[in-house]
Each structure stands twice: as C-alpha cells, then as structure tokens.
C-alpha cells in the first residue's frame, strides 16, 4: 500500500516494481514448469524473502535508476531475473540485493543504449557531433 501511495504522488516510478516483479514471476514460472518437483512456485517466489521491498522501496531510488521509459523496463527486468537466479542456483537464499547492485552498475550501459536520437541528426551522436569543429 504504500508503494501504490508513492507511485499516485510521482514519488517513484512504478514501472520499475511492475517490471522487476513480472520478470521474476515469468523466470520462476519458466523453471517451475520445467520441473516442479525441484522449483517453486511463482507465487511463493513473489511473496517470500525481500522481494517486494526491494521492488518497490529500494529499486526505484532516482539516483541509481535509468531515466528513458524502455530503460527502466530492462533495468526492472534484469534485476528480477537475477534475483531469481540468484536464489535457484547460488549459495545465498535472498538475492535482491546484489541484483539491485547489479542493475544499478548497468544503468550507465542501459541508459547509453535506450537513449533516444537527438531530432535533425542521422547517425551521428551527439557527441561526435560536439567534437567535430
């Protein structure tokens, strides 16, 4: 509840917790239908360790996160698919942090990557464009 009261007030983005907890459930569903027997159920996944918490409260941090719409989905996205895998197949039972800690050291990569093109240029950046005299 009170992500939904942070997300009404623009005080996060609430496309970072939709993503991070969509991808987590469709990697825990992609596992768990492979073999149930061995893997858990989506829904214990969502609801179990900090995953919630980290998805709404510690994921969205303005400074750590991309800005561009698309970037913000794949920054979501990354940090649920390794928590999940980080939980399956590591030594650590919660891994929300480290992921959190990952997407945060690729947001420079996702940012460069999901930037939009500067209108009136063609395949120049902006910044060879800058460098030229």
Request: proline residues 7%.
């Amino acid at each position: 509840m009170c992500g939904a009261y942070l997300a009404v007030r623009r005080m996060l983005d609430w496309r970072i917790p939709v993503a991070v907890l969509l991808s987590a459930a469709l990697v825990t569903w992609a596992f768990h239908a492979f073999d149930a027997s061995r893997y858990p159920a989506p829904l214990f996944m969502l609801l179990s360790g900090g995953l919630m918490l980290g998805a709404v409260f510690m994921a969205t941090d303005m400074v750590g996160s991309p800005v561009t719409p698309l970037g913000v989905w794949i920054y979501g996205a990354l940090i649920g698919a390794v928590t999940i895998l980080i939980r399956l197949f590591g030594a650590l039972p919660e891994g929300v942090m480290y992921a959190i800690l990952l997407g945060n050291a690729a947001t420079p990569l996702i940012e460069s990557v999901t930037q939009p093109r500067v209108y009136g240029t063609r395949g120049a950046t902006v910044k060879q464009r800058a460098s030229k005299p």
